[in-house]
């Protein structure tokens, strides 16, 4: 999934012969799964018509203060446009677009708008090569960088003057790689590793039989999905559950018992920055596992079971730098429980679900949860979707590292 995906992405678009490559760009941010509202200077529907780039963004198209067929209408307000976006690109952006930028020089609806946005704003210049390496161009690039801007490079070939150097407008392609790229490195959890347990495990009995839990999983993957998002390299151990993720970020480790779910989060502990154990782990297996299918005998049959290892509390033991995250679901004197759980296990912190809270547990889409820290601070969050309350341990991760 591309890192654009959702974004309010506010396309700028000046006039320039490279105004019509912006058709394609529109299209490929909409194929990205980003949201676009485009503003064209009025000369730029000289080169591309506004109905082309409405249709293109599903949004209509902006160019002036006012409506212009309805003079009824309301205004075409600015603050409203730069408020909306996640981030602003200005492609093409000509030599007459980015001096008024510089100076601030506002007289029309685009460099207005520029002006009021407090979100990243991309800048794709396009221009003859002599244009290009003008001083005052140079001066320009240098200014709009110290105001925070970011500049995307014009590439070099065929210009519309029929000469050849650099000053053509990035290819579409090109600027959307750019954003994802940018964008990806400015992710909070970029350069984070992070492992998550999740599902339950299968404790077998013989071949065909175990001991197992109802657990599907989805509050561990809805975690691994969340820090993924967010830049972070995860591990995903998930023991057996239906549930997919495909997500370059994720790697997901397949395993059946507590065992080799053990074996697993040690195998990548040591390189990890952060751990957290959303899954339902057997806390006995059978003592022995019969070889052959078990044939039916006598009225009652016996199970001799024996405790399997604590993964968590294992990995508390050994932790180092680790930010070590536990789940703990109980019944009745939950908070009493979940604190001797922190220092049982030396967490950082722990997921506290009750059973007497309604909406929580096992096969619900939802969950509440009390977060409880190493220093025993309390904060009971609502009744939420499994997907928030993901969202919410990593807003933890992230005031841990902030
Ligand atoms: N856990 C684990 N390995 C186990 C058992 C539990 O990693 N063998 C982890 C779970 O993933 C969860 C936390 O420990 O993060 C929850 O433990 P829980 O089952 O609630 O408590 P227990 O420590 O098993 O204690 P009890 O069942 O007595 O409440």
Redesign the pocket.
Known sequence: MSVLSGKKILLGVSGGIAAYKSAILVRLLIKAGAQVKVIMTPAAKDFVTPLTLSTLSKNPVYSSFFNEEDENAEWNNHVDFALWADLMLIAPATANTLSKMVNGNCDNLLIATYLSAKCPVYFAPAMDLDMYKHPSTLAGFRSLRDFGNIIIPAEKGELASGLSGEGRMAEPENIVAFLEKDLESKLPLKGKKILV?AGPTYEAIDPVRFIGNHSTGKMGFDIAKAAANLGAEVILVSGPTHLQLKNSNVTLESVTS?QEMYDTCHRYFKEVDVAI???A?A?YKPKNVAAQKIKKSDVSFVIELEK?????ASLGEIKEQQFLI????ETENEIE?AKQ?IQKKNLDLIVLNSLNDKGAGFGQPTNKVTFIDKNFVITPMDLKSKEDVAADIINKILEHYA
């Open positions: 347990t507590a154990a959303a899954a782990v806390d399997t290892k604590d993964i968590l536990g789940f703990a679901l429980h759980k």
